[in-house]
Structure formats: structure tokens, C-alpha cells
């Protein structure tokens, strides 16, 4: 498979602050790359320097073949790119929207009228033409952003945290155009805080404070990534059992996860034990204990506390 | 290639079109501060000094003569005579309260001085707080004294069957503006002050709003180009700036009668470069401002007061320290006064106004290529 994105060193700093620290990674062609960290982490920044909005400080890349330092108007012909705050013309009407980034992709004549239905009809805009854009919905406004960035057709799209602030419906039927979309042999790059939506890409990477310190498939990321090891502690009333947990000897930390208790210990097969007896002891009624599979969401916040731990001891 | 380049234009000009007829802010600026500002300079800023208000205290009123005297100002358009009086306490409260201008007082022995041919004194008293007005109204009185003076010397000679002696006699013959209107003179330089005003202030808003909206983060991530991006901005204000042209003009001509003696031709061609330079004006403002009221206040600054004060609208050139005459040679609208003002008023065509012209088109080239070039270097 072809590359359709890579970077080498590539580094952005705005006066002494780091906002990128010399990161490398690749994308394949017809890939979902998740690009994932909390806020701040480094990655609008990232997104904004591959789609040639920003200029980077240093190192080296391309994009569909493009170097992201001087062939930054060759890229943006063939990338959309839709960045995290709404930014169509919220007093346009939705088909003055999609006639006016029509234009400034140049879409033919004889395809306008074409690529105007798909775009209605993909968003599910139909019957909503005339409507001032400022009037719709939040859904349905980011439906009609990802369309216009999708108008020229490009070989690759950029989504910086298209669902945030979104509801659960819209963001899940949100993901199944973007596996549409890498079916077809899009490349689709995105970035999101929430965790749980990585579940979706095919490979990701973690970014924090600048720096990537995980990549891989989700699967990869669970069982490789994880020196520790979750146990799902299933009980009535766990809120109350939470904090009596945490404080067994062995155990890292505890936190609620739906309505079991998830905890990261260093070693299962002293911890199993050991919670077990405090909840028999106790008389918690049935409970269950197990080692599970850790969900991204625990592979994150884990991977996060040992890199923050590593950075503390270096200073 | 050229084709595809102006398929964007015409998208981006659109757009800013839709846009500009939504917003009723943008509308009524563009299209009410035109006609404000002309029915307020045009009725309220005359420069014209007449009607002065005169109060009269005649101590000699028995006598003919002294009656006669003030028929000159009775008859005169320059002064006005709100009443008379017979002492200097009501002189006083009434220059005061400012309800006169000047008080003349002619003495007692007014007559008889002048019939027995001695030098009769009389009295002006002048509200000297505007220096201007002060200096102007004490001129027109010296004129009626002076010609009052003539048929005096000449009564006198004839009665005594001499020759009058000779004198001087100035033939004054006003061009261009006959009746010295100070509303010819000044409706111009409002034309060229809108314009310049209206210009600036609209796009100096476009490119600020669509960063302050995030709408410009959308428009670079696409491969439109700096150039497009600005003509298709360019390509509405024109439009408009240029009604708002027409707009005075129509006021000049309907409104306050003010002739137009040249080329309707050179004055669109040479406005059209005035236009192109303001309206760059204005982009470079927006781009290096990214907030609308940072840019507004921007613009304001440096197209008002410049244009108000150091144009040769109202006040003249040639009456300013040398230093800033030098400044108002940098002032763009200090040719495009002198272009509207000749040809209006005097009908010049582009030979007397060719080195104007000049200045107006290096103005619009530097103005538009530093437009494009501030706009690329934020873009990409």
C-alpha cells in the first residue's frame, strides 16, 4: 500500500512554547488514522501544518506526495479539510455554501449540478436548500461542512474533531460515512479526544504535550502498549466500594466504569485475590472479579500518568 | 488557466455580495453615510461670511447724513442689522450673550465733522473670539468706510469745481466658481472624502470578520490564491463605492447646484484608481488587524482624519507649515480633491491633471501589490 502521509521531525513552535516536538509517523493510503490526545496535546496544530495552513518550523513531510514546505498549493487541491470550529458562512443559505466552495474548487459545469445532489443527500439536507445555515442544527451543520470539504472529491481528508459536541446519534452515523468513505479508498485523518471513538480507526497514534507516545492498531494499543492490567470488578452499589478498592495495596488506581468498577493493578494475580477478600470479608453480596481486555480509554489514561511520571523524575 | 482563476473571483465575489445584502449593518454604512455626510457639509459647513449680525448706536441719528452713512450697510447682503441702541451697556450684554457680531457706534458730531470736511472718527467694536470671521467682517466694513470715502472726496471736488483726483479702480472677474459658493468648493472634497471613508471602512471589515468567524481557516485550507481571494473582495466594494459616487454626484449637481465642466469619462477613469487604492487600503488594514473593531477604528484613523484635515478640503495647503505641506504630498486624497475640483469647476481634461493622475495610479498599483502580498504571506 501507498503512503498517503508522512512526516519526519516535523516540529512547531510558537515563541518558546512547543506545540509539536519533532514527531514522525505514516499513512497509508485508504487508512482511518486516528490522531488522538487530549486538548492542547498538539494535534489541531499538526493537522493545520499537513494541510499547508501553517507553515512548520522544521522538518520534513509530505502529503499525497506533496513536500508540506513548498508545495503547500499542490496539497491543498488534493486534501479537505475540515477544521474544528464551524467555519461555512453561517449567513449563506446551504446551497450558497455548496455553489460557493463549488466554485473555489472549480468543479465543471456539468458535474455541479451532480456533486450538489450528493452533497444534499449525503448530509440529508433535502428540502433544506434555501435554509440560512446559521439555522440549522449542530449535526446537521457538520454534515454539511464534511460535504463541502468533500465537493472536489480528494484523495485524502483531514477531520479536526469533527464530532465534538455532537450527539451520540449523529457522531455514530458520523462514523459510518467515514468508513464509507475509507471503503472507497479515502484516506480519512482525524483527530478526536474522545477515546472510545478510536475504537474505529485502523491505526492511531497518541499524542501528548507534542509528543507521540503510542502508536498502533487499537488492538496493538490494548495488549502491547498496557504494562499493567485491568481488573472489572462487578458488584451492587459499587460507588461505595470504590474508594475502599483503591486503596488495596497493589492496586494503581479505580474508577467507575458504567456500573462496574475497572481497576489498573500492578499484578492480577495478587490483586484478584485480594479484592475478593475485602469484598467477602466485607459482605458485598455477589460479586464477580476479572481480568479483562483494557479498554482504549485505560490504555490512555495509563499510557499518559507512566509518561508524565517519567517526565517528573527526569526534572 | 485564466478561466478556472476567475471562476473563483466570481465565487468569492458572490459571496461577499450575499453577504453584504444580508447584513443591514454594511448596507446602510455603505449606502446612508454617502448621503449624511453630503446634506451635512453641503447645507450645514458653509464658508460663506455674510449677514454679519450688526447692532447700531447713532448718537448723531438727527442728522441726515449719518442716516445716509448707514444706508450702505442697510442695502449691503454682507451685514445684518438686529437693532439699535443708545448706550454701551446693551452693546456689551449683546456681543456678550453673542447675539451680535460688531457694534458700530457713530459719535454725536458725526455730521457735523463731515460737512465741515474734518476726519470723522467712528467707532467698531468686533467679537474677536472667531479670529476668522473677525478678520473677514472688519474688511467688509473698511470697504463700505472706503467707498463711502471716494464719493465723499469726489462731492467734495465737485463742489468745489475741481477734477476728481485719480485713483485706482480693481475690476475683480471670478473664474470657475462666479459667485465664490463655498458649497462648489467644498461638495467636492466631501465626494472625495466619502469615497475614501466608505472604501477603507467596508473592506477594512470583510477579510476581519472572516478570521474572527473562522471562516478564513475553512478558505485557506482550499488552493485559492491570494490574488483571487482579493479582486473577488475588491469586486462588491467597488461596486458600491462606486454608486456612492454616483450618488454625490447626482447630489452635487441636483442638490446644490454645483456645475460640471469636464469629462465625465476622465472623472470615472480617475476615480476608478482612487477607488482601487482605498479599497487596498482598507484590505491591508483587515488583514493586519484579524478583529472587526480593531479594524474599524483602524481605518477611520487613517482615512478621516488625514483626508478631513491635511487634503486641502477645507483648509488650504499652502496656509500649513512647510513641514506638513510635505506630509499632504503623501495623502492620496489631496489629488483626487484637485482632479474632482477641476473637473468639476474648471473643466480641465488630463493635461493640466496628468501628474495627479500619476500619483492616483501609483497609488492604487502600490496599494493593490502590498494588498496581495500582506494577504499571501498570512495565507500561506
Known sequence: MDTAVSVSKLEKKFGQFTAVNKIDFEVKQGEIFGFLGPNGAGKSTTIRMLCGIIPPTSGTGQVGGFDINREQHKIKEHIGYMSQKFSLYNDLTVEENINFYSGIYKIPQNEKEERFKAVIHAAGLEGMESRLTVTLAGGWKQRLALGCALLHKPKIIFLDEPTSGVDPITRASFWDTIKELASRGVTVFITTHYMDEAENTNRMVLIYRGNIIAMGTPSEMKTKCMTNEVLEVTVANSQDWLERISKIPGIKEAALFGANIHTVVYDSAKA???????????????????????????????????????ETKKN | MIKQRLKRIKAIAWKEFIQIERDPRSLSLALGIPIFLLLIFGYGLSLDIDHVATVVWNQDASSKTSRDFLLNFKNSKYFKITGYTDNYRDIERMINNGDTMMALIIPKDFSHYIESGKTAPLQLIVDGSDANTATIAMGYVR???????????AETFNSKGLKPVKSLDVQPRIWFNEGLVSTWFITPGVIAMIIMIISALL???????????GTMEQLISTPVKAPELVIGKFIPYFTIAFFDLLVGLIMARVLFGVPFRGSYLLLFFLSALFLTGALSQGIIISVVAKSQLMASQLATLTTLLPTLLLSGFIYPIFNMPKFLQAVTYLIPARYYIIILRDLFLKGNGIITLWDEALFLFLFAFVMLSLAIRKFKKKVA
Open chain 1, 272 to 310: 484478584k485475590p485480594a479484592i475478593e477478600q475485602l469484598l467477602r470479608a466485607e459482605k458485598a453480596g455477589a460479586f464477580q472479579v476479572n481480568k479483562i481486555l483494557p479498554s482504549l480509554e485505560d490504555v490512555f489514561v495509563s499510557l499518559i500518568e507512566n509518561y508524565d511520571k517519567t
Open chain 2, 143 to 153: 470697504s463700505v468706510v472706503s467707498r463711502y470715502n471716494v464719493e465723499l472726496l
Open chain 2, 203 to 213: 473592506t477594512s471589515l470583510t477579510v476581519a470578520r472572516e478570521w474572527e468567524r
